[in-house]
């Protein structure tokens, strides 16, 4: 069984900055895509960040410039540095991962955890 754990988030005001962390455990072969998303109350859940197995990232425009994602192989954890956060940014952010037990692949989803950006 495959399991996604985010860490790293709470409150912070305006301008502020969260590093979330995302990690990946059980009987893992290896992990394709990574990516984290976001939904606020009343909303969709909506891409924030993806990144490929070979490092290539991409953002929503809402977030570039002002958030990177990251990933270490090693350790199958992602990353996503948040600065000069909004109060816009209030969600939960979800950590997504497509993960190669053997040789099938399985999209999994982590838990959630809460940004809340006070202004």
């Known amino acids: 069984q495959v399991q996604l754990v985010e860490s790293g988030g709470g409150l912070v005001q305006a301008g502020g900055s969260l590093r979330l962390s995302c990690a990946a455990s059980?009987?893992?072969?290896?992990?394709?895509?990574m990516g984290w998303y976001r939904q606020a109350p009343g909303k969709q859940r909506e891409l924030v960040a993806g990144?490929?197995?070979?490092?290539?990232?991409s953002y929503a425009d809402s977030v570039q410039g002002r958030f990177t994602i990251s990933r270490d192989n090693a350790k199958n954890t992602a990353y996503l540095q948040m600065n000069s956060l909004k109060p816009e940014d209030t969600a939960v952010y979800y950590c997504?991962?497509?993960?190669?037990?053997?040789?099938?692949?399985?999209?999994?989803w982590g838990q959630g955890t809460q940004v809340t950006v006070s202004s």
């Open positions: 997504n991962a497509d993960v190669r037990v053997r040789s099938t692949v399985t999209n999994y």
């Open positions: 059980g009987s893992i072969s290896s992990i394709n895509s």
């Open positions: 990144i490929t197995s070979g490092g290539r990232a």
